[in-house]
């Protein structure tokens, strides 16, 4: 098919393949953009167009697969409500263990400011998890010293945790509950 026939033959059908798939898409936008690529389609085949019956009929079902595949582009494929429920939680478990962190890094901060006593009671303790009797052997410290100062050292992290992060107050004073 030379220029001139395919001017004649199959240009006058835009129109016709526009409506089409304006209706079937439901947007003149996409539409418009399918015509355009039938069109080029159409125009790279036009030396085998000479073997085709009825153009018309040709570039309407070339249209409609071009419009089905646009539509199971943007289809939603429905999940599971199992699927769904896993993925919403691996969601959450990441976002948490990275507020967990960062709550972390900001506790070990603030128990580097603590008193030396009260610091070394509290990693003892909270971090290394020894019982009260290893850690009057370790530092010479009465137990009820050593729960003295441990209370303090968690009132007072516990305290400045709140007022660096306090404008999160309720979320992080489940975390610092968490914590201690």
């Known amino acids: 098919m ?3 026939d395919f001017k004649i033959q ?3 059908l835009s129109k016709k393949l526009l409506r089409f798939a304006a209706h079937f898409l439901k947007n003149e936008d996409k539409a418009r953009d399918v015509i355009q690529d039938i069109f080029l389609k159409l125009w ?5 167009l000479d073997r085709v019956e009825n153009i018309e009929a040709f570039a309407m079902r070339m249209t409609r697969n071009r419009c ?3 539509l199971r582009a943007n289809k939603v494929v429905p999940i599971d409500a199992e699927t769904d429920r896993k993925m ?3 969601s959450t478990d990441i976002h948490s263990q ?3 962190s960062e709550a972390a890094g900001q506790i070990k901060m603030l128990i580097g400011q603590l008193p030396e006593v009260q610091q070394k009671v509290m990693v003892m303790r909270d971090i290394e998890q020894l019982e009260y009797e290893e850690i009057s052997k370790e530092t010479g410290l009465q137990i009820n010293a050593i729960r003295v100062n441990l209370s303090r050292a968690r009132k007072k992290v516990r305290n400045e945790f709140i007022k ?3 404008d999160e107050k309720e979320r992080n004073k489940t975390i610092a509950a968490t914590l201690f």
């Open 68 to 70: 089905l595949d646009i």
């Open 98 to 100: 990275f507020e967990m």
């Open 164 to 166: 660096l992060n306090s």
């Open 44 to 48: 790279q085949k036009r030396d085998e």
């Open 2 to 4: 030379g220029d001139s």
């Open 88 to 90: 919403k939680q691996e």
């Open 10 to 12: 199959v240009l006058p």
